[in-house]
């Protein structure tokens, strides 16, 4: 299933690479694309996971608006 995930807080390169790792770093979560303010990812075996990723991007920092469809 996939969705995007709206962040606040990202400014940068650097930002952008923070959240991409850090949601990398969870597991049934792959990243399609992150962007200032949005990160795609797609939860793996139809796992809906916001919560985890949710925890993975504000413990780098940033909040975590919410999430809609992609």
Request: aromatic share 4%; charged share 25%.
């Amino acid at each position: 299933m996939k969705k995007s995930i709206q962040i606040e807080g990202m400014s940068c390169n650097h930002c952008v690479h923070a959240v991409r790792q850090a949601l990398s770093a969870v597991e049934g979560i792959k990243v399609d694309h992150v962007e200032i303010g949005l990160a795609t990812v797609t939860y793996e075996n139809g796992a809906t996971d916001f919560e985890r990723a949710k925890t993975a991007v504000e413990e780098e920092g940033y909040s975590v608006v919410g999430e809609v469809p992609a």
